[in-house]
């Protein structure tokens, strides 16, 4: 919403300064989005005479003139523009003005051997218009020496504050004048308009058909009109706020959407046919509008047709048909009401910003809807001459009662924790244009035509609040009360954070990508169900909710690749979706290594020996998080294998009993990595945070006492030759389960195959760690023990012993 | 018979072998030869047991001496020669002490900033006695828009700013929460006030540029209680700004605003000043936007089941990744989802930078 300081003042009568009120609108919640004070930014501009226009000495296009600036003796100027010449007025840009057109501060320059000590300049490097074909020429009786803003009528500063939708009143320059009134920073000029008497009855019937679309509808002829431009002064207002001045009646109608947020329409009389009808338009109707569009229309939008056809867009714009021009010499004004629901969908439908929609669908004051057509009665006869009809109305245009509030005074001290006298509250209510009666505790409020925003207690609350000022509501600390510490955390909570912690303390870098990913990318991973596709999503690559978190990390690892990062480490956790509903929204923790970037640090090193990231240091990524989050690490199985996009023999299952999966891990599968133009080597891990069980709640925060044995442990050391496909956990599993109270651990320390071991075997070696409990063990007592290790494994496994 | 000039010379020659001995073997050497099985030594002491008495008494601690001598010399000459032939060996044993060593997994990994901030105002508001509440991205109409006082027709339930998903056979259709403010209806149905808890999260609205992604992080506060007011407000967002940017004072400035789901409704300003790539708080004359907030409105309370006659409470709701940029510089919203580990490494944050309050919120 724009407007100028004078237009403000025609309806508040006030010394302040445009800083105080552009601050207090802000203040009151009317935002102030900007303050073009075209007085200041062309202050140095003057109204200036060309004493003379010599061709320059050194080029055929300039001309070299002396200028009369009012300020002492000529100045010479060079200047280029095809119309400068002896004798005319224009507008003088001295040395160190800024010119916005060009953003630049002027110098004094010498041009082809020529001094020039200023300019003559044209509406566009001053930003009025995009006309630089010429500087521009002021008529003959232009004083010179003048402020240029000042004899241009530049000099009234435009104001635009960012509207909120619940203010249809301030919509209008009069609404913004009672809101700064309520907020004492001037007096506001009450301004009802006054009725018309009509002459004669109008000619043009209306009938509503669509009574659900429009309410109330109000028309009166004006015969006997001159249209023409509208004077300078209105022309001026328009212009400042962005509006193109088109006539007078249509400039009238203009001004009063601005002046009193109450949009009117006028219609030439002599286009239109016969009655107009308020009604749905037909599917496939279509109106060329005043924008010079053509719409094409269906049974949702609301029309005003004649005996032709659709003639106007209800409350959004009229047609080119019956638009007023020059030759208008019978005018209809339509001022009417409009379903504001209806208005907003329209609207955007067809694509329409136009003033009359911006308030139409935010609510205009039904109770103006006669006196919006006086007003503009008043102005067109006054601008334009001519002889009112009777006005003549379909629906209900005559005002309604008020709504009323029961206000309990304590409502603002509860809510806002503010005390204020009554007295105060009453007289920012009724200065809002509010009627309260009453004196007690309890008092009524009647609520202003104009208000639909104004429902209840708390919003009279807001009113009072925003104009007494929201800084005098003291800040009143709120202390956490007496409530025993508790974790304001919950478990997932933790564990989301815990796992993000432990990745990065691996090395590995945050990721945070989109929860939608293409189509594609969701099959590829599982998912693109259609629950979880989006109806409009912003691109055909964020189109799905993602089911897992790896096809995010393989971009983004491409991506880095792409730019010359290729051994990055990324992890991300987040939010995977199994389906629409909350239950299926689970937490996924993923981790994606590429290239050389181990554990153990990323790309070549002089101390290790370069190798690509495998299933393993997955592996490992996994069983870090799951750990830090407090999983049965020992009970964890891990299985071969794992969904379609890992590869089939370099994956593994982490599961906790036959059911539960917790996670899977590996190489990504050379097929889907091509299909999603990835390169690899890339291994990764997924794991659900939901799927790791809570422990269990333990009664005392102490821990038991330990056990350490008195007695040395010992290490012995098994070399097995095995199957080539048996797995080292069953060899581990078998040592251990050989003795399980004297066996405390098994570790794989070697594993080999090749020169010395037949095709098809591969040899294990492992580490026994012997833990005696209760006496040191003879040499014959760990003989024994090693043999039924030997034979344990040789009958899960099928192991001998390597010789 | 050995004469006492004899044993003199004997005990200078072996003192002098012994000195001479340039490694271990020679010196074992010359030890063999004094105090072997068949060393000079050993042959005088067993002449000893041929003696009298008498001439025992008067030869035997002079050769006893004599052997005590050469070992102590001995000994003394290992220890040289073990420290030499240590030194000599110490000599050639030198590293490289200036190779690198592969960066710590600390020092190369990363928080991202969105992490960091959300664990920043956890330690905030805890501290104040907040929880956290969590909800699904994915959410209904009801919850994201109707019961939180948004008109039919409000252009925020528009297809150009909402995600929405495929109608159901019932004509009903999910979306993607355009904000984190349906947690706040799904805490009042799930829990009896008082309430206290922030809502941090993903949200998700139609949208691209600079300062507006598709998917963005909001965290929004919600009190319910008896006798929660709007000063209470002021001094709750006061105290977290200060905590947040890290500041001794910070000028606030409260806007009357209009949002659906509170009344009255406010925006907040705090005062800042810009320079070139900086915003600095607690200081300048500018007023930078931060957030939005109000009073529950009585329609959200009496949706969610609760008599605004009775409760009454307030709310508010700011862009996660806007705060982080306003702190910590980052100029564009699109790089927070772009993985750039350059950009990560620039603006994330070491793993074990935990913020806390009492360690400070950042390092």
Wanted: glycine fraction near 10%.
């Amino acid at each position: 919403m724009k407007f100028t300081l004078a237009w403000l003042k025609d309806h508040l009568a006030t010394d302040a300064s445009l800083a105080e009120i552009v601050d207090k609108l802000t203040m009151i919640g009317l935002e102030v989005e900007r303050v073009e004070d075209r007085a200041a930014l062309l202050k140095p501009y003057v109204v200036a005479s060309v004493i003379s226009a010599e061709k320059h000495p050194n080029a055929d296009r300039l001309r070299v003139c002396m200028v009369d600036t009012g300020a002492g003796a000529p100045v010479q100027v060079v200047c280029g523009a095809p119309n400068a010449r002896a004798g005319m007025k224009g507008v003088f840009a001295p040395p160190g003005a800024y010119i916005p057109g060009k953003d630049t501060v002027l110098q004094v320059g010498t041009i082809r051997g020529v001094e020039s000590r200023g300019m003559l300049v044209s509406e566009f490097e001053l930003q009025l218009s995009d006309d630089h074909e010429g500087i521009i020429e002021l008529p003959d009786d232009a004083p010179v020496g003048q402020s240029y803003a000042a004899y241009a009528g530049l000099d009234d500063p435009v104001i635009e504050i960012n509207l909120t939708p619940n203010r249809p009143d301030c919509t209008g320059v009069n609404g913004i004048a009672r809101d700064l009134g309520a907020a004492l920073i001037g007096d506001y000029k009450p301004n009802s308009p006054k009725p018309v008497r009509g002459r004669y009855p109008c000619p043009v019937k209306v009938m509503i058909e669509a009574a659900d679309l429009c309410p109330a509808f109000a028309l009166r002829l004006v015969r006997g009109v001159k249209n023409g431009p509208s004077p300078r002064w209105m022309q001026r207002r328009l212009k400042a706020i962005g509006l193109r001045p088109i006539n007078a009646l249509v400039d009238i109608t203009n001004y009063i959407t601005y002046d009193r947020g109450r949009p009117l329409h006028v219609f030439d009389a002599a286009k239109v046919h016969g009655d107009l009808v308020v009604r749905r338009a037909r599917n496939g109707e279509t109106l060329l509008a005043l924008d010079g569009r053509t719409y094409t229309l269906d049974d949702t939008v609301c029309v005003i047709a004649d005996g032709k056809g659709v003639e106007s867009l209800s409350g959004i714009m009229g047609g080119e048909a019956t638009g007023c021009s020059a030759s208008t010499t019978e005018v209809l004004i339509e001022s009417a009401l409009w379903n504001e629901l209806n208005i907003a969908q329209t609207g955007r439908k067809l694509g329409i910003n136009s003033d009359a929609r911006y308030r139409f669908e935010r609510g205009v004051d039904p109770n103006f809807t006669l006196p919006g057509l006086e007003l503009a009665t008043q102005m067109v006869i006054d601008l334009c001459g001519g002889e009112p009809s009777d006005i003549v109305v379909a629906g209900d245009p005559a005002p309604k009662r008020e709504k009323v509030i029961d206000f309990p005074q304590s409502e603002l001290a509860r809510l806002t924790g503010l005390k204020l006298p009554l007295g105060d509250m009453r007289r920012v209510l009724e200065k809002l244009g509010f009627f309260v009666s009453g004196q007690g505790e309890r008092v009524k409020v009647a609520v202003p035509s104009w208000r639909p925003d104004v429902h209840g207690k708390a919003d009279l609350v807001e009113e009072i609040v925003r104009v007494i000022g929201v800084d005098r509501v003291p800040a009143v600390p709120f202390p956490r009360g007496e409530q025993a510490r508790k974790p304001v955390l919950t478990a997932m909570q933790n564990r989301t954070r815990k796992a993000k912690r432990t990745l990065a303390a691996r090395g590995m870098t945050e990721a945070v990508t989109w929860s939608f990913i293409s189509k594609r990318e969701a099959v590829l991973f599982g998912g693109g169900s259609p629950e979880l596709a989006l109806a409009n999503p912003i691109a055909a690559e964020l189109s799905d909710m993602r089911p897992s978190l790896l096809p995010g990390l393989i971009a983004a690892a491409q991506r880095n690749a792409d730019r010359g990062f290729a051994h990055v480490a990324l992890f991300e956790v987040g939010q995977v979706f199994r389906g629409d509903r909350p239950q299926d929204q689970l937490t996924a923790a993923a981790g994606l290594r590429r290239g050389l970037a181990k554990p153990d640090g990323a790309g070549r090193h002089w101390s290790r020996i370069a190798a690509p990231v495998d299933a393993f240091d997955a592996k490992a990524d996994a069983l870090a998080v799951l750990g830090e989050l407090g999983a049965p690490i020992r009970a964890l199985q891990v299985l071969p294998g794992a969904p379609s996009w890992f590869h089939p023999g370099r994956s593994g299952t982490i599961q906790l009993g036959p059911k539960t999966v917790i996670g899977h891990f590996g190489e990504l599968h050379p097929r889907v990595l091509a299909e999603l133009k990835a390169d690899g080597p890339l291994a990764g891990f997924e794991i659900l945070l939901e799927a790791v069980p809570e422990p269990r709640a333990k009664a005392t925060r102490a821990r038991p006492a330990p056990e350490f044995s008195p007695f040395q442990p010992i290490e012995r050391d098994f070399a097995f030759v095995v199957d080539a496909r048996t797995q080292a956990a069953d060899i581990v599993r078998a040592a251990q389960n050989a003795d399980r109270k004297l066996i405390a651990g098994v570790t794989v320390f070697d594993v080999y195959s090749g020169q010395g071991i037949e095709p098809g075997k591969k040899s294990i070696a492992i580490a026994v760690t012997i833990q005696p409990r209760e006496k040191t063990l003879t040499e014959e007592e760990i003989g024994a023990l090693g043999q039924r290790i030997v034979a344990e494994v040789a009958k899960r496994t099928g192991a001998t012993l390597r010789g | 018979m050995v004469a006492a000039d004899n044993l003199e010379t004997l005990e200078r020659d072996i003192l002098q072998r012994i000195a001479a001995a340039q490694d271990e073997p020679a010196l074992e050497a010359v030890r063999v030869a004094a105090l072997g099985k068949n060393g000079a030594i050993t042959a005088l002491l067993k002449t000893l047991g041929g003696m009298t008495p008498a001439e025992r008494r008067l030869h035997g601690p002079t050769i006893n001496n004599l052997k005590d001598k050469v070992s102590a010399a001995i000994a003394a000459r290992r220890e040289t020669l073990a420290a030499a032939a240590l030194d000599a060996r110490l000599k050639n044993e030198t590293v490289d002490v200036t190779l690198p060593v592969p960066d710590a997994p600390t020092e190369t990994g990363r928080v991202h900033p969105i992490t960091q901030v959300i664990d920043e105002l956890i330690a905030i508001f805890a501290d104040m006695g907040f929880g956290l509440a969590e909800g699904p991205d994915i959410e209904t109409d009801d919850f994201n828009f109707t019961k939180l006082n948004f008109p039919e027709g409000h252009p925020a339930r528009d297809m150009h700013d909402t995600f929405y998903f495929h109608p159901k056979p019932d004509g009903s259709r999910l979306l993607l929460r355009t904000h984190t403010s349906p947690v706040q209806v799904r805490t009042m149905l799930a829990q009896k006030p008082p309430i206290r808890v922030i809502i941090p999260g993903r949200t998700y609205r139609s949208d691209s540029d600079q300062t507006h992604t598709p998917m963005f992080h909001q965290v929004e506060g919600l009190v319910i209680d008896k006798g929660a007011h709007l000063g209470h407000m002021k001094w709750i967002l006061e105290e977290f700004c200060k905590a947040f940017f890290e500041v001794g004072s910070v000028k606030m400035r409260f806007r009357p605003s209009f949002f659906p789901f509170t009344e009255p409704s406010l925006e907040v300003d705090i005062q800042c000043r810009r320079e070139k790539n900086e915003i600095r708080f607690g200081e300048g004359e500018d007023w930078l936007e931060i957030l939005g907030c109000g009073m529950v409105h009585p329609n959200v309370l009496r949706n969610c089941g609760l008599d605004p006659e009775e409760f009454q409470g307030f709310a508010w709701g700011m862009g996660i990744d806007r705060i982080a940029m306003l702190k910590y510089g980052m100029s564009d919203l699109r790089a927070f989802f772009e993985a750039d580990v350059r950009w990560l490494s620039h603006y994330g944050f070491r793993p074990l930078d935990f913020p806390t309050l009492a360690g400070g919120l950042s390092s």
